[in-house]
């Protein structure tokens, strides 16, 4: 971004107001806080564009989880629980979380994006010695967020170290009242809430399951596979495009 011609880029103006001289915030201010605060989400290139108004809602739960991250936006930062989306590969639950993320960002609110898997690799990696960053610093960024997105969730196996710091983690996250926006894979067939929390404890334990039930509400997205429906829907439009 060029810099401001009207405050030089110092943000601030001086205004003349009954006889004094006030420091006020230039109108540039708002576009370069939403600047600083969208770099510092660490959103990955491919989500950025991501908006509730372009998720494509095909069946009736994904108009449903559509519908729910729009309240979610409405309603935030006056919000005390997150959202959590569960399905299949492909049913846009990434998309929708990210789409929270971006607007609540563009509303003027912070957040923060992060990759589970990735979490875990950096946080692993800051046991070496060599390394730049300790376990804190890398968890404390992220614990300072009012507003954390985890992608892909708990979804790989989860050894005795990473349940270990899971639990930290989101006992730190639930004492702070942060809020999550997570997304995980499972296969939907036959699933029930009461049947992910099954699964869930089986995978990370009853503590952390029991403690992300009362965080977040449950938004199941069940779908054929989002990507191959929209293709074959995007075919038919081009089919019946040709056709007129
Ligand atoms: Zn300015």
């Known amino acids: 971004m060029k810099k401001c011609e009207i405050c030089n880029g110092l943000e601030w103006i001086l205004k003349e107001k009954d006889g004094t001289t006030l420091a ?24 950025q564009n991501n908006r509730v108004n372009n998720y494509n809602a095909i069946n009736s739960n994904q108009v449903i989880a559509k519908k729910a991250a729009s309240n979610f936006i409405e309603e935030y930062p006056f919000i ?35 990759d589970f898997g990735q979490l875990l690799v950096q946080i692993r990696s800051s046991y070496n010695p060599v390394s730049r960053f300790s ?35 989101i006992k730190s996250l639930y004492n702070e009242r942060r809020v999550l926006l997570l997304t995980t894979n499972i296969n939907m067939q036959e699933m029930t809430t009461d049947l992910f ?21 449950i938004i199941p997205i069940e779908s054929a596979d989002y990507r191959k429906e929209y293709a074959s829907v995007y075919h038919k439009m081009q089919s019946k495009k040709k056709k007129t």
């Open 197 to 217: 929390f099954e699964q869930l404890t089986d995978r990370i334990g009853y503590q952390v399951t029991s403690r992300l039930y009362e965080m977040c509400h």
């Open 80 to 114: 005390d629980y997150g959202l959590f989306f569960i399905g299949p590969c492909g049913v846009g639950k990434t998309h929708l979380a990210t789409a929270i993320l971006n607007e609540v960002i563009q509303n003027g609110y912070e957040g923060k994006f992060c």
């Open 135 to 169: 376990e804190m610093e890398i968890l404390s960024e992220l614990f300072r967020s009012p507003l954390l997105v985890v992608d892909d969730f708990a979804c790989q196996r989860v050894t005795d170290w990473v349940l270990e710091t899971l639990t930290y983690i």
């Open 24 to 47: 006020v915030r230039c109108e540039c201010h708002e576009e370069k806080e939403i600047e600083r605060l969208t770099s510092e989400a660490h959103i990955p290139p491919r989500y």
